[in-house]
């Protein structure tokens, strides 16, 4: 398949699942909120899209060179920057502390693995303790509401879908858990953000 021929079918194939993801979210909202069935669908959604990784390869998404680093590419954002779907791509092993989103969250597994831990809502509290351990990988994903806190820690390279109810951009005012202090403190997320959405035919206006 030429490159353009990839472009043009990912961009349908990630238009089809936003258009699906858009309409759980939307069902939830008029029920007063998005919850954990809502998310779960979203999840199921979105290991489908990310069985085809061919449109997904580190050719057209590729990680960063340097150890620790992170890209986060831009793939669909509704108008609203309410509804947003990245690729983070790692090349070399990453990790985050404990830390919230304020908005759900949604990662999917595609190629590599990155082990979850998840600690629920805790973030105005003391240490967080964690309740239970995910690794995930191709298959796998994990969904988070609003003040559900994880950490994540990357071995080697991966590749994952994260899917937020806001743009990473407008994710202020989040909180991590600082070891060394015992503290929560402000959140300074340092994946580099790439933005990816389709130019080409195949890309749809509202994504
Ligand atoms: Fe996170």
């Known amino acids: ?56 390869s580190d050719e ?17 954002q509704n108008d609203d920057e309410e509804l947003a779907l990245y690729i983070q791509s790692v090349g070399n092993g990453t990790s985050a502390p404990p830390h919230e989103h304020r908005t759900w969250a949604v990662i999917v597994g595609m190629r590599g693995r990155e082990l979850n831990r998840l600690y629920g809502p805790c973030a105005s509290s003391g240490e967080p303790q964690v ?45 991590f858990w600082h070891a060394r202090t015992a503290q929560w403190q402000p959140f300074i997320d340092d994946s580099q953000i790439v933005e990816a959405r389709p130019t080409a035919p195949g890309g749809r206006a509202n994504w």
């Not at 961009?11 to 858009?22: E, F, G, N």
């Not at 909202?29 to 069985?51: H, N, P, S, V, Y």
């Not at 057209?60 to 669909?76: E, L, N, T």
């Open 131 to 175: 309740q239970h351990e995910v690794a995930v990988e191709r298959g796998t994903g994990v969904t988070m509401l609003s003040d559900d806190v994880h950490s994540i820690q990357i071995e080697g390279a991966a590749t994952n879908f994260h899917c937020y109810g806001l743009a990473l951009e407008r994710l202020d005012g989040r909180l």
């Open 60 to 76: 057209d998404f590729p990680p960063p060179q340097a150890a620790g680093a992170s890209i986060s590419y831009r793939i669909a």
């Open 1 to 56: 398949m030429s490159n353009t021929d990839r472009a043009v079918e990912r961009a349908a194939a990630v238009a089809d699942a936003m258009d699906d993801i858009a309409r759980v979210d939307a069902h939830c909202r008029e029920r007063g909120g998005i919850d954990r069935t809502g998310l779960e669908r979203i999840k199921e959604r979105l290991l489908r899209l990310a069985e085809r990784d061919d449109l997904f």
